[in-house]
């Protein structure tokens, strides 16, 4: 089991950048592949980005591509989330959730762990 919690989130101007962090507990983070969901209000949780167990592989969501880098640590037990050029349509309810094994998924099912959430606020 792994417990996850992220951080970093805020308010910023259009254009502007934000790294969010997603830190997890236990030994096995490696075992897990990782995600990056957000939620705006009186929206469903969309997928932003994911990553394989070692890092090898990513996939984005087309509307970030270009703007948003996934990336880990595994050795800091620790998922990340470098977001540029930021806009207004970028605000929501950031959450990181994990699923054990090797492939990667971008639908919220798919995973069976998840954070608390961090805001994160564009403004025009």
């Known amino acids: 089991q792994v417990q996850l919690v992220e951080s970093g989130g805020g308010l910023v101007q259009a254009g502007g950048s934000l790294r969010l962090s997603c830190a997890a507990s236990?030994?096995?983070?490696?075992?897990?592949?990782m995600g990056w969901f957000r939620q705006a209000p009186g929206k469903e949780r969309e997928f932003v980005a994911s990553?394989?167990?070692?890092?090898?592989?990513?996939d984005y969501a087309d509307s970030v591509k270009g703007r948003f880098t996934i990336s880990r640590d595994n050795t800091k037990n620790t998922l990340y989330l470098q977001m540029s050029s930021l806009k207004p349509e970028d605000t929501a309810v950031y959450y990181c959730?994990?699923?054990?094994?090797?492939?990667?998924?971008?639908?919220?099912?798919?995973?069976?762990?998840w954070g608390q959430g961090t805001q994160v606020t564009v403004s025009s």
């Open positions: 990553i394989t167990t070692g890092g090898g592989a990513t």
């Open positions: 236990g030994r096995t983070f490696n075992r897990y592949c």
């Open positions: 959730a994990a699923r054990i094994g090797y492939i990667s998924v971008s639908v919220p099912s798919g995973y069976g762990y």
